[in-house]
């Protein structure tokens, strides 16, 4: 198992690949959460920001995948995506999507 990180503008950038992954997993993630994170980067564009946008365990997944989310500070236009606990072939799809 490994992990996949990639950073992405909170834009239309971030719902593709919110959409993204939840088509490749067949999980939902919270539309609410999403939101707050379109929403905390227009109100405070100065605090880093924590996510833990899914944790849970899938037939398909050997373990527990995990997905967080970061902004760094000062930074409010991107968010660190950052999904732990997943298959090489998971990975080698993710650089496919987010190199598109």
Do not use: C, W
Not at 63 to 92: C, F, S, W
Request: hydrophobic letters at 35%; a negative charge; glycine letters at 4%.
């Amino acid at each position: 198992m490994t992990d996949f990180k990639t950073l992405v503008n909170i834009d239309s950038d971030l719902r593709d690949i919110v959409r993204g992954i939840e088509r490749y997993f067949s999980i939902t993630l919270d539309k609410e959460l999403i939101e707050r994170i379109f929403k905390d980067a227009e109100e405070d564009q100065v605090s880093e920001k924590k996510y833990l946008i899914f944790k849970g365990e899938k037939k398909i997944l050997s373990g527990q995948m995990t997905i967080h989310g970061t902004v760094a500070e000062y930074e409010p236009e991107t968010i660190l995506i950052e999904l732990k606990n997943i298959k090489e072939k998971d990975v080698r799809h993710f650089n496919e999507l987010v190199s598109r």
